[in-house]
């Protein structure tokens, strides 16, 4: 029996049909990040506000303080109930009643001018 000759059959590290596949497989692959980019599917997902706030409610359950603990990605902060407040640096705070609706929501303005509600706190 020789040896090489037994051997010669499987000298092929790929099939094929795997070939095939991959190359299937690179181009799907390639023709979506091409869309993508020249359709500016991209350019249209939003950014989220995200900062973070401490509220602790007053005494007489009619007001709550709301103080900027960090500011995320946010340029500043608006809180809105009764009256309304910005808060631009962490560590800032405000005392803000509660609107008719029973609520504060604490708002955070990206820097294009883009809001997104944060936080609700409810009565």
């Given at each position: 029996m020789?040896?090489?000759t037994a051997f010669q059959d499987s000298e092929r590290a790929v099939s094929p049909v795997i070939g095939v596949i991959l190359m299937v497989a690179i181009?799907?692959?390639?023709a979506a990040v091409i869309g993508t980019?020249?359709?500016?599917?991209?350019?249209q997902i939003g950014q989220n506000?995200?900062?973070g706030v401490s509220?602790?409610?007053?005494?007489?359950?009619?007001s709550a303080v709301v103080t900027l603990v960090d500011k995320g990605n946010t340029a500043n902060v608006t809180v809105s109930?009764?009256?309304d407040a910005t808060l631009?640096?962490?560590?800032?705070?405000?005392d803000v009643g509660f609107d008719t609706n029973g609520r504060i929501q604490v708002?955070?303005?990206?820097?294009?001018?883009?809001?997104?509600?944060?936080?609700?706190?409810?009565?």
């Open positions: 020789n040896l090489k181009t799907v692959i390639l980019f020249v359709l500016g599917l991209g350019d506000a995200n900062a509220v602790t409610e007053n005494a007489s359950n009619s109930g009764s009256s631009t640096d962490v560590g800032d705070s405000a708002i955070g303005v990206l820097p294009d001018g883009t809001e997104t509600v944060i936080r609700t706190i409810e009565q």
